[in-house]
């Protein structure tokens, strides 16, 4: 097997499971950090600032800071640093989003904004639609921070922010670019900010849907672990497969 120089992990179903950690990633992790090879948690979740995912995965016992986290909304804010640093941003989102194109020098607006960005926002309303909407057929670039259609909850599977692009998506014709898990451009700055190639890295995550096809197509080796979303059975059934698996993380070897 190979040495890998570092590593990106998934959190729902990779790291933990709802609020509770999985011990054999816990233990990977902290044999990594011992090790001195450097990680970085990838995460679709756009509500969230880094500082929030590292508080809950610090409490979890998982050696973690805000700089080894990359959520799809800085991911977006990174994107349009690099395709329009002078952008107005119309945002539909909450916090991790708002912070991130705010952090990133960005100009929040309604008025004329040259791009629209999309992530989960608990407190939508039509008037958001409608702004987005106007803002798109205006001929705003539509992003989006991720397609995950469904968020799981305590409640069940709820509407989740690719449920929201949808709804714009079908109102206005135009769709949108997608910056998280499974596209490639999370993974490439999660590269950039390791300061390691693709080719030194192993992207691991329980969805082959999302983390598993963005490591693909970032060009990057992949790890399915079975304890999330993803069975055995629908795995054996996909064209490209990952580069390696295990059920347990705690079966993974440095
Ligand atoms: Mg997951």
Redesign the pocket.
């Known amino acids: 097997m190979k040495k890998y120089q570092g590593y990106l992990f998934?959190?729902?179903?990779?790291v933990y499971r709802g609020r509770e950690p999985i011990p054999g990633a816990v233990a990977l992790l902290r044999q990594l950090k011992a090790s001195g090879i450097p990680y970085m948690f990838v995460t679709n979740n756009s509500t969230k600032t880094p500082e929030d995912v590292a508080q809950t995965l610090t409490a979890m016992d998982i050696p973690c800071t805000a700089e080894d986290v990359i959520t799809s909304s800085m991911a977006l804010a990174g994107y349009l640093q690099e395709k329009h640093p002078e952008a107005k941003v119309y945002v539909i989102g909450e916090n991790g989003l708002w912070t991130a194109v705010r952090e990133a020098g960005f100009t929040v607006t309604a008025n004329k904004p040259d791009y629209v960005a999309v992530g989960m926002d608990r407190q939508l309303t039509y008037e958001k639609l409608a702004e987005a909407c106007l803002a798109i057929r205006g001929g705003a670039t539509f992003l989006s921070t991720n397609p995950d259609v469904a968020l799981p909850t305590e409640r069940g599977l709820l509407p989740g922010n690719g449920s929201i692009t949808a709804l714009l998506q079908v109102a206005t014709g135009v769709t949108p670019i997608f910056i998280g898990k499974p596209e490639p451009i999370i993974i490439r700055q999660a590269l950039e900010r390791l300061g390691l190639a693709a080719s030194d890295v192993l992207m691991v995550?329980?969805?082959y849907q999302?983390?598993i096809l963005a490591g693909l197509r970032a060009g990057v080796d992949t790890l399915f672990v079975q304890t999330?979303?993803t069975t055995a059975e629908e795995l054996a059934k996909v064209d490209e497969p990952p580069t390696y698996t295990v059920a347990s993380l705690a079966e993974w070897r440095l």
């Open positions: 998934d959190l729902d179903g990779t995550g329980d969805n999302t983390d999330g979303v």
